[in-house]
Nanobody
């Protein structure tokens, strides 16, 4: 598995967590990377994405202003800083790599490689 997500855990509402997604075996430094999440009984939804250079970022409206996506290409790692967490942020979070960088950065179908997921639980 070329992508490994980590950093999930239990946080209180209003708290923070930082997720990491480390690539191994190949580099994704030129590729758009994304974070998605899936809550129990719900479809996987877009959270954030970042271009290969890090110069362009995209966010779901539900996390805009609270979450920040970033990347360190020297470390082949993408991050998701999550602040002001809410109980509705509870989900398994997945990182993904988009090899084609098409128009649909918000669609899971756009992405070619997926990490195994890391669970984030936010208590009220």
């Amino acid at each position: 598995v070329p992508l490994q997500a980590s950093g999930g855990g239990l946080a209180q509402a209003g708290g923070s967590l930082r997720l990491s997604c480390a690539a191994s075996g190949r580099t994704f430094s030129r590729n758009r990377m994304g974070w998605f999440r899936q809550a129990p009984g719900k479809e996987r939804e877009f959270v954030a994405a970042i271009s290969g250079t890090g110069g362009t970022t995209y966010y779901a409206n539900s996390v805009k202003g609270r979450f920040t996506i970033s990347r360190d290409n020297a470390k082949n790692t993408v991050y998701l800083q999550m602040n002001s967490l809410k109980p509705e942020d509870t989900a398994v979070y997945y990182c993904a790599a988009d090899l084609r960088s098409g128009s649909y950065y918000y669609s899971p179908l756009e992405y070619d490689y997926w990490g195994q997921g890391t669970l984030v639980t936010v208590s009220s």
